[in-house]
């Protein structure tokens, strides 16, 4: 595989240009990595954590020590975190279905929730099994000019609202994910508001962005998958929920059944995959996020429109790009594909992917199947073609493709 001489000239400029921008994802990686290994020593993590365990599982340590873990990073009381989650959007659905009861009201403070969770609420994509089935009534803030509106949420917020959502990354939309700041004002304000209110953060792809999470600035509580972000690329699968004591212990419920909660749950890989994943996350993100700045620039030279910019501060590992028609959404996928390490032969095709409304293409030839965390593309089949830009697990092959996915965008007449 070699790449034409004027991807390579183009590299070299961009690569002098985000020189700047790159020390400081490596800055907060290693105040996380710190972050973590304090904990792992406040902790006393030991080689007797990384056992297997079968049936019920009561008294699992290794579970219990990824639990202690988990909660003392995010700066949470409780954490459960479990192979049994099937996804992030599995995990999130727990913490919702676990607190609010019928007759409650779910607000989303950040307009439309992710794909995937506007079919669990059932509201916009109705979907048998969902909140909308279970009489629970839902409302949402839409963004003013791709930011919440702070100054709007008091008139959202009603005496049956239970609970808020906060989604921090931009999910498929071309607005701004949320600093740690704007989570704590959010935070603030429903709870100045209403005390009791929930607020609950959709927290996918934002872990270890910054050195702070949401449950240390006034989340109540918060979930994420262990195939992105804290998974560190080492992680086979699952998901967490961390957050204030009694509410995870009520998504403990929902998860296997009432009475039971978070005792029970086999560790049917060994935990080691979970602790080293998340050992390694800070470094992983940095080297994620270093390959999107590399994307963004590299694509706004050739004359996309990119969110963010190289320049700009991020709060999630996404890239955004607006590639205008379907077969340049394709085409790039393809070329991401190409330079994955696992199924590059196999060309993405868009698909009806399941809790998904449009179309959805995909690339990613990843070792663990689905993972965000590695490199990898997507996008729905809908105008303006934005394809959104994940992962890596290494800054150098998050830029090996994107010189593949370029080339392959320059091959697609106008
Ligand atoms: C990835 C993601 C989810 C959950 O998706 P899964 O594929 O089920 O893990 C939910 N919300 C946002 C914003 C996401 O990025």
Known sequence: MAFSEKILATKE?????????????????????????????????SDAHFGITSGYAYDDIGRAKVEELYAKVFGAERALVRSQFVSGTHALATVLFGILRP???????????????????????????????????????????????L????????????????????????????????????????????????????????????????????????????????????????????????????????????????????????NRHIFQGFFLAPHVVSQAI???????????????KTLPLPEEKRGDIIQAIELGTAEKLIAFCGGIQKYSPVDSFAAPEPWDMPGYADKIIMAAGTFVQGASIEFSADGPLRPPYNVYLQGGLTYEHATLGILGAAEAVLQIKD
């Open 103 to 149: 007759g409650d009201e779910l607000v989303s403070i950040t307009g439309k929730p992710y794909d995937t969770m506007q079919t669990v609420i059932g509201y916009d994509n109705p979907s048998p099994g969902s909140l909308k089935e279970f009489g629970i009534s839902y409302n949402e803030l839409p963004m003013v000019e791709g930011k919440v509106d």
């Open 290 to 304: 270093k390959g999107a700045i590399f994307a963004a620039g590299m694509f706004h030279h050739i004359g996309y």
């Open 13 to 45: 400029l961009v690569q002098k240009e985000i020189q700047p921008y790159l020390a400081h994802p490596e800055a907060i990686a290693e105040q996380n990595t710190l972050r973590v290994l304090d904990a792992m020593r406040e902790c006393r993590v």
């Open 151 to 270: 100054a709007g949420i008091k008139n959202i917020i009603t005496p049956k609202t239970k609970m808020v959502e906060i989604q921090r990354s931009r999910g498929y939309s071309m607005r701004q994910p949320l600093s740690i700041e704007d989570i704590a004002a959010i935070c603030e304000e429903v709870h100045r508001l209403k005390p009791d209110c929930v607020c609950f953060v959709d927290n996918c792809y934002g872990e270890f962005v910054d050195v702070q999470e949401p449950t240390a600035v006034g989340a109540d509580i918060m979930a994420g998958s262990l195939i992105k972000n804290p998974g560190g690329g080492i992680a086979p699968t699952g998901g967490y929920i961390v957050g204030r004591d009694e509410l995870v212990e009520l998504a403990s419920y929902r998860l296997t059944a009432p009475g039971m909660g978070d005792e029970l749950g086999a560790s049917l890989v060994s």
